[in-house]
């Protein structure tokens, strides 16, 4: 079995690759773009090998982000308190950044909002002009209309 880790960015970034693996492996990385993640498992047989219902592999994929994925290792010389509190804290920094995103997305979102109210405004008075305009104009056509035919004086 070979696995393989990559995104679709366009640096096209690889994160990782393990070959001949047969029983649980772990691969950490941190990502370099804001992309999707691709995991590619490719099972390569021998030439001689006769296919058989009997052999079969299963995989099981488990994926941890953010701070579900801190090594727990990483915290071995700290206390249980302290490890705790580093984990609460990146919990949190990923809160604080979540905020943030969503703050700037919601910023973006009002200025469209009030760009596209700008431009309903005046497809509204422009309408409103041509409508007023068609209106007088209807009128006098139709006086004029029925003074020629001697309907009206």
Not at 4 to 17: C, E, F, I, L
Not at 60 to 68: R, V
């Amino acid at each position: 079995m070979f696995v393989k880790v990559t995104d679709n960015s366009d640096a096209n970034n690889k994160y990782g690759h393990k070959r001949d693996i047969n029983e649980e492996t772990r691969l950490a990385f941190t990502t370099h773009a804001n992309a999707d993640i691709s995991v590619c498992f490719t099972n390569t047989l021998d030439e001689d090998f006769q296919p058989n219902p009997q052999y079969h592999r299963m995989i099981d994929l488990d994926i941890d982000i953010g701070a579900e994925a801190i090594d727990p290792n990483q915290f071995e010389k700290l206390k249980p308190m302290e490890a705790e509190l580093r984990k609460l804290e990146q919990v949190v920094q990923e809160i604080v950044d979540e905020m943030d995103y969503l703050r700037q997305r919601e910023a973006r979102m009002r200025d469209t909002n009030e760009s596209t109210n700008e431009r309903v405004k005046w497809f509204s008075l422009g309408t409103m002009f041509v409508l007023v305009c068609l209106g007088f104009w209807q009128i006098v056509y139709l006086k004029k209309f029925f003074q020629k035919k001697r309907l009206i004086d």
